[in-house]
C-alpha cells in the first residue's frame, strides 16, 4: 500500500471511528445538564440571567459582523455549533463510576472566539432545556455563564497564551481541557454561592459541589481536548481557505481597534 | 494531513477513556453528576424546594434517550458533513492542480 493510500484509509478510519464513538457514547437516560430547572433560588436566577444577557447580544454583534463580511464562513460556523450540538448531548462515564457532559465549545472559540460561542452555547443549552427538560429556563442563565461564557473566555485565553509559543495543537487540547474543568468549577461556585453550607459557608458548599465532579470531569475533559483536536486536525487540512479568511478578518479587526484608539 | 495516524490515536485516546470505565464498572449503574448535584443541594439544604418545574418533559426513560440520542445524531450529521464538504473541495482543487501526463500530451 503506498503511502497515500494508508493516508487515505486511515483518515476513513478515523472518521467512522468518530461517527462510531459519537453513536457508543451517546446517551444513557439523564437527568439534568449542569443546573436543573428550578433548583437556583428566584434571585440567583435573575442574576445570572442578567449577567450572561450582555454576552449574548455582544456574540450576535460579532457572529453578524463575520457573516456579513464573508458569507462563506456560515458553513464553518455551522461546524462550530454542531460539534457543541453532539458533544453536549453525550454523557460519557468516567472511571469513578459516574458520567457527565463535555461541552464542545472549545473548537469554536479557537476559530470565532468566545462570543460567538456564547451565542452558540446559549442555544444548545436553549434547546435542551426546552425539548429534553435538561438544565431550565430558569437556570438557562447560569449554566449558560458557565458553559457559553467562562468556559469559552478560559479556552481563548489559554489558547492565545500557548499559541504565540509556536505549539498550536498543544494549545488546541490545553485550551479545551482546561474550558471544559472551569464550565464546571464556575457551576460548583454557582451552587455554592445559591447554597451555602450552615457550617463553614460558601468554602465548604464549594468543596461539596466541587467533589461531585472533580474527578468525572478530568478524564472527560481530556477526551474532549482530543476529540476536538481530531477536528482542528481535519481543518488544518481541509479547510485551509476558511481558516486564511479567519485570521485576516481577525487582523483587519485588531487593525480597526488600533486606528480608532 | 501530514500524519494521519495522529488522529487515529486521538480517536482511540477518546474511545479507551469513555470505555474503559464502562469495562471497569461492570453492571453498575452510572449516575450522572448533574443529578448527584441535586442530591448534594438536598444534603446542604434539605428545606429547598424546586419552585419551577420543565415546560415540557420527555415521556419516560426511553423518550429521553431518543431525543438526546437525536441531539448526537444531528450535530454528527452536520459535522461530519462539512468535514466531507471540505475534504472534497481541497482534494479537487488538488486534482485540478496536478493535471496527468494524458492531459499534457494532448
Known sequence: ?261 | MQKPSINVWLLTGAAMLSLAPVLIHQGKEFKATDSINITAIEQVKPSYKPWFEPIVKPSGGEVETFLFATQAAIGSGVTCYILGLYKGRTERRKAEEVPTPVEYRD
Open chain 1, 1 to 261: 500500500m503506498t503511502a497515500c493510500q494508508y493516508r487515505k484509509v486511515a483518515t476513513l478510519l478515523a472518521m467512522v471511528g468518530l461517527s462510531g464513538y459519537l453513536v457508543v457514547a451517546s446517551p444513557t437516560p439523564a437527568q439534568a445538564m449542569h443546573i436543573a430547572e428550578g433548583y437556583l433560588p428566584p434571585v440567583w436566577a435573575v442574576f445570572w440571567w442578567v449577567v450572561a444577557i450582555p454576552f449574548f447580544v455582544l456574540g450576535l454583534r460579532s457572529i453578524t459582523r463575520i457573516t456579513k463580511a464573508h458569507p462563506e464562513l456560515k458553513v464553518l460556523l455551522a461546524l462550530a455549533g454542531a460539534f457543541t450540538f453532539v458533544l453536549s448531548a453525550l454523557k460519557i462515564p468516567s472511571v469513578n463510576g459516574s458520567s457527565s457532559h463535555p461541552t464542545g465549545t472549545g473548537l469554536g472559540t479557537i476559530l470565532f472566539g468566545p462570543l460567538v460561542m456564547s451565542v452558540m452555547g446559549g442555544l444548545v443549552l436553549l434547546f435542551q432545556a426546552l425539548l429534553l427538560a435538561h438544565g431550565g429556563l430558569t437556570t438557562l442563565g447560569a449554566n449558560a455563564f458557565s458553559m457559553a461564557i467562562v468556559g469559552p473566555m478560559v479556552a481563548y485565553v489559554v489558547y492565545n497564551a500557548i499559541a504565540k509559543t509556536g505549539h498550536q495543537k498543544i494549545a488546541v487540547f490545553c485550551a479545551t481541557l482546561l474550558e471544559d474543568l472551569c464550565t464546571y468549577l464556575v457551576t460548583a461556585v454557582q451552587l455554592a454561592l445559591a447554597f451555602p453550607a450552615i457550617q463553614g459557608g460558601f468554602m465548604a458548599a464549594f468543596i461539596k459541589f466541587v467533589s461531585v465532579f472533580a474527578i468525572t470531569q478530568i478524564p472527560l475533559a481530556i477526551s474532549e481536548g482530543l476529540l476536538t483536536l481530531l477536528v482542528w486536525n481535519w481543518l488544518q487540512d481541509y479547510g485551509q481557505q476558511e481558516l486564511k479568511t479567519l485570521r485576516l478578518f481577525q487582523q483587519g479587526k485588531n487593525l480597526d481597534a488600533e486606528t480608532i484608539n
